[in-house]
């Protein structure tokens, strides 16, 4: 049996261990998060938000979860705070109309968005060909753009400047050279929460020109850099770094006060990873997960399992176990005889065996020798007296035949 299944075994063998170092080389590939953009909360390098995440998770009573989605719709239960981390300012320049309505209709919703702009350290510029030049200093106007999930409507002056309908814009204040790199600006708190009085500022984005519905959380000197709109039930939060929610912050320079502030009274968190380009796509294994169809497919397996194991192994002992005599390969008469022959008589006592035989059944009969048997025998005589080299058996034989004649001969 194991000499049967052995090569199979083998396959199977290679093939599960190749498939396991596949698995592992991808976990160790996936499991520092390096390949996801930074800010990303399925990232646990320094750069990741994946420390902000899992602590969320194990607040009870908090629902926490990410938007893979590429439907570009806010969440629809109410009391969620939605964090939109490391975006790119102009992104919010212009919005189709459709993107503002999902906006407006998430913070009737009692719902907070939360949009913390990329750490920005030099100035960033775009040339009317739309390609970014972070050594001008000199700001261009950026080429519209709707946010992931967007269509270009036909008529471009239906879309909505939310700079202009919020009542906010950005600016960029250099920060500080320290040496290859640059030295974090301070803010300070000016308001009476109970937030830490200063922050380390790692980017040179400020708001200028803020309607008077924004509330200033922190400045940058004279710029505010943190700020916060009530819309009736709901509410907006802007801020121009995403520093302090990274797993180098939450390591070194730590503020649970101002994070519990950042996500507010919600009841769900949703981090927004589709803006990173981390979309979760409709295929086959996504509407599997979707409808829970795993067992389906494990028992699709184990049938296509069974099958082959069936049509490879009968369930019927096999007909050579069983104890049946031994047979020999049979063959017709004559070949049998001269098989027997060959093995028995030497060539050259052929002839002499085969006379006497024939010798001994004319005997049995009764009859009486005769001129014929007398003349065959002095022929046999004849051939047998010569030395073995001499000997011819075929041509002695077929003189006896002759004299003989056929059986029908009297003898």
Not at 27 to 34: K, M, N, Q, S
Not at 54 to 59: H, P
Not at 118 to 131: A, C, D, L, R, S
Request: proline residues 6%.
């Amino acid at each position: 049996w194991m000499r049967k299944y052995f090569p199979i075994v083998v396959v199977l063998g290679c093939t599960a261990a190749f498939a396991f170092g596949i698995v592992e080389l991808f976990e160790l590939r996936f499991a520092a998060g390096d390949v996801y953009p930074p800010y990303s909360s399925l990232r646990a390098d320094p750069l990741g938000t994946m420390a902000l995440y899992e602590s969320l998770k194990k607040i009870p009573g908090l629902s926490v979860r990410r938007d893979f989605s590429a439907s570009d719709r806010l969440p629809e239960k109410p009391q969620t705070v939605y964090l939109h981390l490391a975006g790119n300012r102009f992104e919010w320049d212009w919005l189709s109309p459709d993107d503002y309505r999902q906006i407006r209709d998430f913070l009737a919703r009692d719902g907070r968005l939360v949009i913390a702009f990329y750490p920005q350290t030099e100035p960033q510029i775009f040339h009317f060909n739309g390609e970014e030049d972070t050594n001008s200093v000199k700001k261009m106007t950026p080429p519209r753009r709707a946010r992931k999930g967007s269509h270009h409507p036909d008529d471009e002056e239906s879309w909505v400047a939310l700079e202009e309908e919020w009542g906010f814009h950005t600016a960029f204040r250099k920060l500080t050279p320290d040496g290859d790199v640059y030295a974090p600006a301070t803010v300070v708190n000016q308001t009476d929460l109970h937030l830490p009085q200063t922050l380390d500022w790692h980017s040179g984005i400020v708001f200028t020109n803020l309607a008077s519905a924004w509330r200033v959380i922190y400045t940058r000197g004279p710029d505010p850099v943190v700020v916060e709109h009530k819309f009736d039930r709901g509410s907006v939060v802007l801020a121009t770094d995403s520093y302090f929610v990274s797993n180098e912050a939450m390591a070194a320079d730590r503020h649970a006060d101002f994070l519990a502030w950042l996500v507010g009274p919600a009841r769900n968190v949703v981090f927004d990873e589709a803006h990173f380009g981390i979309l979760e796509t409709s295929g086959v294994a996504a509407l599997m997960r979707k409808y829970r169809l795993q067992g389906l497919v494990a028992g699709l397996i184990l049938l296509a399992g069974l099958f082959i194991w069936k049509n490879s192994t009968s369930l019927v002992p096999s007909l050579a176990e069983e104890k049946r005599e031994n047979f020999v390969a049979g063959k017709d008469f004559a070949t049998g005889f001269v098989n027997l022959l060959r093995r028995s008589i030497a060539p050259r006592d052929l002839l002499a065996t085969c006379f006497a035989e024939w010798k001994k059944s004319t005997a049995k009969k009764g009859k009486k020798p005769s001129a014929r048997l007398q003349q065959a025998e002095t022929v046999f005589s004849s051939g047998n007296s010569l030395s073995n080299k001499d000997r011819n058996p075929v041509e002695t034989y077929k003189k006896i035949s002759e004299i003989l004649g056929t059986r029908k001969q009297t003898l």
